[in-house]
């Protein structure tokens, strides 16, 4: 059975942690995201010139310093004890013979039960809730030299040691788990012990085996079996192990192929379609099967840190591509719903991708070119520049910030901000290029990006003329109601808008005139007769809805006058708004994915956030925003699929999230000039 203190840890959803040595807390901090767990190597060796214990002041101060310097952060402390190897003598051709020499040492084995003793007692010291995940790759090497037998048929030396506390015990692996189990309940029952699974450990990997007929549950089911017969099952000394741990791999899938380690019947790259193997689908379903036999929580542990996301990751040391991370991330309610509480990103051996700015080499995007990697699926796939120093690019910062605002998942397909000169400016997004740019002349209006683009960095860029200006590549062209219809020339063109599948829209001008034009051979939309014109310099913006029947344009006033599109009705008047009697409109957002019964926000210049509604919708609750208190803010737009996160945009360039949408750390900004006109995503 669990022990009550497994209940400790969150298992609401599956949660995230990672590697994050002393020095490295204030990245984990300062990181904005709300990581549940942190862990730490201790080894070293038992009886060796530099045990972990000696590695602060007092004796064992390094592992009582890493718990009391959580302070209140709400991590969990995880400490991988691994020092079976590392102790002396260590003698054998590999690390299995090595790993069974050293247990079937007395002399060795009683400094390691005195070692593990001292960690109980400190963790027992801090009270809180610590998990000690002991010894990964020795279950495993156990497990193989067993066969067809259980922990109990393997020598250890436990009584034999002379120890006090395994007095009586069986000199066996299965004694040995046991002790391990008793020094635990005896010093330290906030203490949860995970015990590892391996997934190379029956002989079968199914992490990299590339045959089709590998059977996920037999090969967990013989694992299951191993670790049940060394303390799951049962201890009559006391209790059982708590977790159960695994990991994925010690080296990012981009290093092993570089070293020439993929071949036909091994990979370390993962199918992310789950049609070839080795996949994500065959892991969960021998993760699945080692929760239903173990009958505890599962956690996978220093899982590579790689993605083929940004530019920095180009293949070298430090920056090496992998795919699980990625998958993790977007694929987390089948990982919890496989029997995951946590996954514990970290890398596992030198060169490896980290979270961390470890190589020392700053900010890093390879010049602007992708990297292609073939056994990865990549072609050219990681295009997104980074403005981060950490080696995978700030990519688990970013995504993994994501998960838990359970917002849409970074990245947007784009964010960008519009300058007066026609600039079109990266928001924490790639860099793209526009036709138009006017240095110096502050005559550009509106930019939108193409819904439905097969880049979606592209679309228009509206000059105070009534000229589009297509960027992005390929940049859309107009087919009909061409540029030239509605060129007037002098400053009365105000906003654009697309039609919902990008085969067209419309141009406003300042006197509420709506202007169609067509996009890749598709005809130009047209207004529905009776929609509002003007006469004078007063329509600000237009929108027009997700089902392409209708939409609103914004006077400066805040008044929104309906408008319907190709013989539709127009929707019905707005039930609540600001209307102020003096200028003080500035932008206009629907919320997404509304139709009919439309629902959205006005943007006032100070930064107020203003709901209206048409019919049939309760009113839209207020998001909390920047307000400014003078005459600067410019732009609104939400994140895709959610009515209450996204940005406001100030006149100087910077992105101010609200509803908890994700900081913006790359953004354009001349303070003092008010240049920036609009925030548009695709």
Same mark, same amino acid.
């Given at each position: 059975?669990?022990?009550?203190?497994? /209940? &400790?840890?969150?298992?609401?959803?599956?949660? =995230?942690?990672?590697?994050?040595? !002393?020095?490295?807390?204030?990245?984990?901090?300062?990181?904005?995201?709300?990581?549940?767990?942190?862990?730490?190597?201790?080894?070293? +060796?038992?009886?060796?010139?530099?045990?972990?214990?000696?590695?602060?002041?007092?004796?064992?101060?390094?592992?009582?310093?890493?718990?009391?310097?959580?302070?209140?952060? *709400?991590?969990?402390?995880?400490? #991988?004890?691994?020092?079976?190897?590392?102790? $002396?003598?260590?003698?054998?051709?590999?690390?299995?013979?090595?790993?069974?020499?050293?247990?079937?040492?007395?002399?060795?084995?009683?400094?390691?039960?005195?070692?593990?003793?001292?960690?109980?007692?400190?963790?027992?010291?801090?009270?809180?809730?610590?998990?000690?995940?002991?010894?990964?790759?020795?279950?495993?090497?156990?497990?193989?030299?067993?066969?067809?037998?259980?922990?109990?048929?393997?020598?250890?030396?436990?009584?034999?040691?002379? =120890?006090?506390?395994?007095?009586?015990?069986?000199?066996?692996?299965?004694?040995?788990?046991?002790?391990?189990?008793?020094?635990?309940?005896?010093?330290?029952?906030?203490?949860?012990?995970?015990?590892?699974?391996?997934?190379?450990?029956?002989?079968?990997?199914?992490?990299?085996? $590339?045959?089709?007929? %590998?059977?996920?549950?037999?090969?967990?089911?013989?694992?299951?079996?191993?670790?049940?017969?060394?303390?799951?099952?049962?201890?009559?000394?006391?209790?059982?192990?708590?977790?159960?741990?695994?990991?994925?791999?010690?080296?990012?899938?981009?290093?092993?192929?570089?070293?020439?380690?993929?071949?036909?019947?091994? #990979?370390?790259?993962?199918?992310?379609?789950?049609?070839? =193997?080795?996949?994500?689908?065959?892991?969960?379903?021998?993760?699945?099967?080692?929760?239903?036999?173990?009958?505890? !929580?599962?956690?996978?542990?220093?899982?590579?840190?790689?993605?083929?996301?940004?530019?920095?990751?180009?293949?070298?040391?430090?920056?090496?591509?992998?795919?699980?991370?990625?998958?993790?991330?977007?694929?987390? @309610?089948?990982?919890?719903?496989?029997?995951?509480?946590?996954?514990?990103?970290? *890398?596992?051996?030198?060169?490896?991708?980290?979270?961390?700015?470890?190589?020392?080499?700053?900010? $890093?995007?390879?010049?602007?070119? &992708?990297?292609?990697?073939?056994?990865?699926?990549?072609?050219?796939?990681?295009?997104?520049?980074?403005?981060? @120093?950490?080696?995978?690019?700030?990519?688990?910062?970013?995504?993994?910030?994501?998960?838990?605002?359970?917002?849409?998942?970074?990245?947007?397909?784009?964010?960008?901000? /519009?300058?007066?000169?026609?600039?079109?400016?990266?928001?924490?997004?790639?860099?793209?290029?526009?036709?138009?740019?006017?240095?110096?002349?502050?005559?550009?209006?509106?930019?939108?990006?193409?819904?439905? &683009?097969?880049?979606?960095?592209?679309?228009? %860029?509206?000059?105070?003329?009534?000229?589009?200006?297509?960027?992005?590549?390929?940049?859309?062209?107009?087919?009909?109601?061409?540029? *030239?219809?509605?060129?007037?020339?002098?400053?009365?063109?105000?906003?654009?808008?697309?039609?919902?599948?990008?085969?067209?829209?419309? %141009?406003?001008?300042?006197?509420?005139?709506?202007?169609?034009?067509?996009?890749?051979?598709?005809?130009?939309?047209?207004?529905? !007769?009776?929609?509002?014109?003007?006469?004078?310099?007063?329509?600000?913006? %237009?929108?027009? +809805?997700?089902? +392409?029947?209708?939409?609103?344009?914004?006077?400066?006033?805040?008044?929104?006058?309906?408008?319907?599109?190709?013989?539709?009705?127009?929707? &019905?008047?707005?039930?609540?708004?600001?209307?102020?009697?003096?200028?003080?409109?500035?932008?206009?957002?629907?919320?997404?994915?509304?139709?009919?019964?439309?629902?959205?926000?006005?943007?006032?210049?100070?930064?107020?956030?203003?709901?209206?509604?048409? @019919?049939?919708?309760?009113?839209?609750?207020? !998001?909390?925003?920047?307000y400014f208190g003078f005459n600067i803010a410019r732009g609104l737009l939400f994140l895709s699929g959610s009515s209450s996160a996204g940005y406001t945009l100030d006149g100087y360039g910077a992105t101010h999230p609200f509803g908890g949408a994700p900081t913006i750390v790359n953004f354009p900004y001349w303070p003092g000039k008010d240049i920036a006109k609009n925030l548009f995503g695709a």
């Amino acid at each position: 059975m669990l022990r009550a203190p497994a /209940l &400790a840890l969150p298992q609401d959803r599956l949660h =995230f942690g990672l590697a994050n040595n !002393p020095g490295d807390l204030g990245w984990m901090t300062g990181s904005g995201v709300p990581w549940r767990y942190r862990y730490v190597y201790l080894a070293g +060796g038992v009886n060796t010139p530099n045990p972990w214990q000696s590695w602060n002041s007092p004796t064992g101060g390094y592992a009582t310093n890493y718990m009391n310097g959580l302070g209140a952060n *709400a991590y969990v402390p995880v400490f #991988t004890y691994y020092e079976l190897l590392q102790s $002396t003598p260590s003698t054998g051709a590999n690390e299995s013979d090595r790993d069974f020499s050293n247990l079937n040492n007395a002399g060795t084995m009683a400094a390691y039960y005195a070692n593990f003793k001292l960690l109980m007692q400190l963790a027992g010291t801090y009270g809180k809730t610590v998990v000690v995940h002991v010894e990964p790759d020795l279950w495993g090497y156990l497990e193989q030299r067993a066969g067809s037998g259980d922990a109990s048929t393997l020598t250890a030396s436990v009584a034999g040691s002379g =120890f006090a506390e395994s007095a009586g015990l069986p000199n066996t692996a299965q004694g040995y788990a046991w002790t391990l189990l008793k020094l635990r309940d005896m010093y330290a029952p906030n203490v949860l012990l995970a015990i590892h699974a391996s997934a190379w450990a029956s002989g079968v990997d199914i992490a990299t085996n $590339t045959d089709a007929t %590998v059977n996920a549950a037999s090969v967990a089911d013989a694992t299951a079996a191993f670790l049940s017969s060394a303390g799951i099952t049962t201890n009559p000394y006391g209790s059982t192990w708590d977790l159960v741990f695994n990991d994925l791999d010690d080296h990012d899938a981009g290093w092993w192929e570089a070293q020439g380690a993929d071949n036909a019947s091994s #990979t370390h790259w993962w199918d992310p379609t789950n049609t070839k =193997f080795p996949n994500f689908s065959r892991y969960l379903s021998w993760v699945a099967e080692l929760r239903a036999k173990t009958a505890r !929580p599962q956690i996978a542990w220093q899982v590579p840190v790689g993605n083929q996301y940004y530019l920095t990751m180009n293949n070298t040391c430090g920056h090496y591509q992998d795919n699980v991370a990625a998958y993790f991330i977007n694929n987390s @309610s089948s990982l919890y719903n496989a029997g995951l509480i946590a996954v514990l990103f970290g *890398a596992g051996n030198a060169c490896q991708t980290t979270n961390t700015d470890a190589q020392s080499d700053g900010v $890093t995007n390879n010049g602007g070119t &992708a990297t292609s990697d073939a056994l990865g699926s990549c072609s050219a796939c990681n295009t997104h520049t980074s403005s981060y @120093s950490d080696d995978d690019g700030g990519f688990l910062r970013v995504f993994v910030g994501q998960y838990y605002l359970g917002l849409p998942a970074r990245p947007f397909k784009g964010m960008y901000t /519009l300058d007066g000169w026609g600039g079109i400016d990266p928001d924490d997004s790639v860099s793209i290029s526009a036709t138009a740019y006017w240095p110096g002349w502050s005559i550009a209006r509106a930019a939108r990006a193409q819904p439905g &683009a097969s880049s979606p960095q592209a679309g228009f %860029v509206l000059d105070g003329y009534g000229g589009l200006h297509p960027f992005g590549t390929p940049a859309p062209a107009e087919t009909s109601g061409t540029s *030239a219809a509605h060129y007037w020339g002098f400053d009365i063109g105000r906003d654009l808008a697309f039609m919902p599948d990008g085969g067209g829209g419309f %141009v406003l001008d300042g006197y509420g005139g709506l202007h169609g034009f067509g996009v890749g051979g598709a005809a130009a939309p047209n207004p529905t !007769p009776g929609y509002s014109y003007f006469g004078f310099d007063v329509a600000i913006k %237009v929108v027009v +809805g997700s089902d +392409g029947k209708g939409g609103y344009v914004l006077d400066a006033y805040g008044g929104l006058h309906p408008f319907g599109i190709n013989g539709n009705a127009a929707p &019905a008047a707005v039930q609540n708004t600001g209307y102020w009697n003096w200028r003080a409109a500035q932008d206009i957002a629907l919320v997404p994915g509304q139709s009919g019964g439309y629902q959205g926000f006005v943007l006032d210049k100070f930064g107020g956030l203003h709901p209206f509604i048409a @019919s049939g919708l309760a009113l839209p609750a207020v !998001p909390t925003t920047s307000y400014f208190g003078f005459n600067i803010a410019r732009g609104l737009l939400f994140l895709s699929g959610s009515s209450s996160a996204g940005y406001t945009l100030d006149g100087y360039g910077a992105t101010h999230p609200f509803g908890g949408a994700p900081t913006i750390v790359n953004f354009p900004y001349w303070p003092g000039k008010d240049i920036a006109k609009n925030l548009f995503g695709a």
